[in-house]
Nanobody
Framework: QVQLVESGGGLVQPGGSLRLSCAVS????????MAWYRQAPGYERELVAS???????NYKDSVKERFTISTDNTKNTVSLQMNSLKPEDTAVYYC????????WGQGTQVTVSS
């Protein structure tokens, strides 16, 4: 059974940084394309960043140059480094497989506000 446990969210001022982490069990991040998603109140869940088996990364246009996705094969985790945060980045952030939507974790709340 695949389990996804996100952490690292919080309240941060505009321009600040956060690093999200997702502990993955049941599959290996080394052999699966992984992604971060987010859902803001009143909006659909959206893809924010993804990483392929070869390490290629892709980002939603609005987060390019600010967010960086990475994996740690030894810890079996997926991380999202978020810099220069904006109020519009406020959302609950989730990790999951890029194409197979396993049961969603509880997510981690990111709030960007002064």
């Amino acid at each position: 059974q695949v389990q996804l446990v996100e952490s690292g969210g919080g309240l941060v001022q505009p321009g600040g940084s956060l690093r999200l982490s997702c502990a993955v069990s049941g599959i290996s991040v080394r052999w699966n394309p992984m992604a971060w998603y987010r859902q803001a109140p009143g909006y659909e869940r959206e893809l924010v960043a993804s990483i392929t088996l070869s390490g290629d990364t892709n980002y939603k246009d609005s987060v390019k140059e600010r967010f960086t996705i990475s994996t740690d094969n030894t810890k079996n985790t997926v991380s999202l480094q978020m810099n220069s945060l904006k109020p519009e980045d406020t959302a609950v952030y989730y990790c999951n497989h890029l194409t197979i939507y396993y049961k969603w974790g509880q997510g981690t709340q990111v709030t960007v506000s002064s």
